[in-house]
């Protein structure tokens, strides 16, 4: 069985914020948990709202405690960008990309395999 819970339009570089997801696959959902909990960086705040909401979706929905459950996949990927300029000398624009992502994380009861 898999529970999964999708953030889209995060204001924040996909860059940023994968390895952190990395972090997180094939954990315990507590553990997974704890990895985000003690990260001070942004992307663990919206890592943790996604993982927080995948934990509701399997016990109100699934009827699936959460101590049975893994991370099988956590996943961030390219959302928009907004483009804006930023005013230079002599008339010109330099651009600013400001990127966006998606948060994606499914939850399963099967264990992983070991490496």
Sequence with gaps: M????????VRLSA???RDLARAMRNLPVAEA?????FSERKAAFH????LRSAIANAENNAKVSAEKLFVRRAVVEQGP?????????????SPILRRMSHIRITLTDEKPPAK
């Design 81 to 93: 960008v907004m483009k804006r300029f930023w005013p230079r000398s002599r008339g010109m624009v």
């Design 47 to 50: 890592l943790r709202k996604t």
């Design 2 to 9: 898999e529970i999964e819970a999708t953030t889209k339009f």
């Design 15 to 17: 860059y940023k914020a």
């Design 33 to 37: 948990l704890r990895v985000v909990e």
